[in-house]
């Protein structure tokens, strides 16, 4: 999906963005966008539907982020020095899905290698929260599976799942500022129905991999 995102905003904006593990969006060191997926397994183990929801500032001014997090979050806008269309960005997200959806098991090994060429983490300084453990190391690779590759002080090597929270740098702190988004209750998409929701200066893509019964 950060592939995707990164093919999108390249289309709709002219610029194509880094990839912090696992899924946030930057432009240098400032966040443009992240990616929530959310998964549902079958009685043996197997995905049966997958929820992929994602975020794009696109027309904020630097005043318009609060103090918390103005130094490390950026727009669209602020980055492109353009007049932002959410409908057009939000057009591109779907098709760049779209596309993504059609090559991503075929085409599975080229997609990670143009991950890893975007992924802003690698090399990097990372710490990893486990409860209450915080381990220091540098981000090596990212595997085949997506795990992250970290070497960490004490000489051991590990693989960082996504459930895992990582940041850059040796202290670790967390800001998180959501977007809500509101809908009808009544509003029940088909399966594989393209949707997409609106607010004010943020366009987000869903693409319906599978529809259940519980909110979007």
Not at 133 to 157: I, N
Request: hydrophobic share 45%.
């Amino acid at each position: 999906a950060a592939v995707a995102m990164c093919d999108a905003l390249e289309a709709a904006c002219g610029i194509r963005p880094g990839i912090k593990w696992t899924n946030d969006l930057v432009w240098g060191k400032r966040k443009l966008g992240g990616i929530l997926t959310e998964l549902g397994l079958g009685a043996g183990g197997a995905v049966d539907y997958a929820i992929i929801g994602i975020g794009i500032n696109c027309s904020q001014k630097d005043a318009d982020f609060s103090a918390e997090v103005r130094s490390i979050a950026t727009s669209l806008a602020s980055v492109t020095n353009l007049s932002i269309d959410p409908s057009a960005v939000a057009a591109a997200m779907l098709d760049a899905l779209v596309r993504m959806d059609r090559i991503l098991l075929p085409e599975k090994e080229a997609i990670l290698r143009r991950y890893r060429g975007s992924c802003i983490t690698l090399g990097q300084a990372v710490s990893v929260v486990r409860g209450t453990q915080v381990r220091h190391g540098t981000a090596l690779e990212v595997d085949d599976s997506g795990a992250l590759v970290v070497a960490f002080s004490d000489g051991s090597t590990e693989a960082v799942n996504s459930g895992e929270e990582l940041t850059l740098g040796s202290v670790c702190s967390a800001i998180l500022e959501a977007q809500i988004i509101t809908y009808d209750q009544s509003f029940a998409p088909a399966a594989g129905q393209q949707v997409t929701l609106y607010r004010d200066d943020v366009a987000m893509g869903v693409f319906l991999l599978a529809y259940q019964d519980s909110e979007i």
